[in-house]
């Protein structure tokens, strides 16, 4: 599976923005696609997951602002992000999980400015 993240930017406090990720080739082994990010000096960290049944599930702290979501039609995962905090900042990176493995996409840079 090849990914490719597109939709950062620079936005301020409160703003939004919406990540997408297109998604090629075996597609029909995917499971899981998810959305993780690193902002600089920290480790890679999970922000939320959607199943093939749809479920969605959410970090702690963007629950309520941020929302998952798969087109199956289009192959893409979308990431639409609201209420942003300057500790949203980071690079987000989409991953898949399915029968084949894991694959990342390229990241793509949100930065929040106060």
């Known amino acids: 599976v090849q990914l490719q993240a597109s939709g950062g930017g620079l936005v301020q406090v409160g703003g939004s923005l919406r990540l997408s990720c297109a998604a090629s080739?075996?597609?029909?082994?995917?499971?899981?696609m998810a959305w993780y990010r690193q902002a600089p000096g920290n480790l890679r960290e999970l922000v939320a997951y959607i199943s093939r049944a749809g479920r969605a599930v959410y970090v702690d702290s963007v629950k309520g602002r941020f929302t998952i979501s798969r087109d199956y039609a289009k192959n893409t995962l979308y990431l639409q992000m609201n209420s942003l905090k300057v500790a949203d900042t980071a690079a987000y990176y989409c991953?898949?999980?399915?029968?084949?493995?894991?694959?990342w996409g390229q990241g793509t840079l949100v930065t929040v400015s106060s």
């Open positions: 080739g075996s597609i029909y082994s995917i499971n899981v």
């Open positions: 991953k898949t999980e399915g029968n084949l493995g894991d694959s």
